[in-house]
């Protein structure tokens, strides 16, 4: 299959045409694709690269079917003697750990004002004016044009007088100062985390 970059290939999952899991891309060389699968029984093929389907950047597939890939490209394949031999496998224990993180939370503060009435009392002068009657006596008689009234005729005289008004003006008495500070305090995070160990269920099993 022409147009890949098989830099990209190696650690990526590689499958048969049936789907058949050939493990993970371990080496490319000039004509071959090395896979190898499993942790305690490991195999390794050695798969041509003109038998390379399709490449998606994640998963390399192979036109090679389950029993071609066991027969035709295996790698090492183990004698039928009944010859046993020391080997070594290494399997990984894996254990959580707690990893905390701090992450930025808004809350709100309120502050609260509230109305309260009361009932204030203030004095105010006022001024206002009263009719005075005054009698002035002529020592003599005075002509005039004026004819005299032929009923009872009122005479209207203004009088001013000063009236309350009240007006509300507000006025600033005291200052509230709101401050912002940090406070550090020590949180403990309890979570159950997975340790795994390994369990003896072969009598034969030696531990070193």
Same mark, same amino acid.
């Given at each position: 299959m022409e147009n890949i970059n098989? +830099? @990209? $290939?190696?650690?990526? @999952?590689?499958?048969?045409? +049936? +789907?058949? +899991?050939?493990? @993970? $891309?371990? @080496? $490319?060389t000039s004509d071959n694709v090395v896979t190898q699968k499993g942790i305690l029984d490991k195999k390794q093929f050695e798969i041509p690269k003109h038998l390379v389907k399709s490449f998606d950047g994640n998963k390399i597939t192979f036109a090679l079917s389950e029993s071609d890939a066991e027969s035709l490209y295996l790698k090492d394949k183990p004698e039928s003697d009944d010859t046993i031999s020391e080997s070594e496998t290494t399997i990984p224990l894996i254990q959580e750990k707690l990893e905390p993180a701090k992450k930025e939370k808004v809350v709100e503060a309120t502050i609260v004002k509230e109305p309260v009435k009361e009932t204030k009392e203030v004095n105010v002068e006022l001024t206002h004016e009263e009719l005075v009657i005054e009698r002035n006596p002529l020592s003599e008689p005075q002509k005039t044009d004026e004819k005299p009234v032929q009923s009872r005729t009122e005479i209207k005289i203004p009088l001013k007088r000063q009236e309350v008004e009240v007006n509300k003006q507000s006025y600033i008495t005291e200052e509230i100062i709101a401050k912002k500070k940090p406070i550090t305090e020590t949180s403990t995070v309890t979570e159950e985390v997975v340790k795994e160990t390994l369990a003896n269920n072969d009598g034969d099993l030696e531990q070193e």
């Open positions: 098989w +830099d @990209e $290939v190696t650690k990526k @999952e590689a499958r048969g045409s +049936d +789907d058949y +899991d050939l493990g @993970e $891309v371990q @080496e $490319v």
